[in-house]
């Protein structure tokens, strides 16, 4: 069972991988400090509602989406 286990974590890890490999990677910054870069693949940001992330050096809320129709990243701070 823990061969399994291991196994199929290790095949996870792959397959993981290799969709980053094969992804689009997009690099924001916080809106509010402009100090913090996150980096997400485009599969990501095309999520229905996007990603948040809180800026660990300002703490606000950041959320980032990718806009079909204008074929870009659309970044804002909500508090």
């Known amino acids: 069972m823990a061969e399994e286990n ?3 974590r290790e095949r996870n890890i792959r397959e ?3 969709v980053l490999n094969e992804a689009n990677v997009f690099t ?3 809106p509010r400090c402009g100090d913090m870069r996150f980096s997400f ?3 990501l940001l ?3 509602d996007g990603l948040q992330v809180v800026c660990p050096h300002c703490s606000s809320l950041v959320h980032a989406c990718y806009t079909q129709g204008q074929n870009e990243v659309f970044v804002q701070c909500l508090e």
């Open 16 to 18: 993981f991988m290799a």
């Open 6 to 8: 291991k196994e199929i």
């Open 41 to 43: 693949s485009k599969n």
């Open 28 to 30: 924001i910054s916080c």
């Open 46 to 48: 095309e999520i229905k």
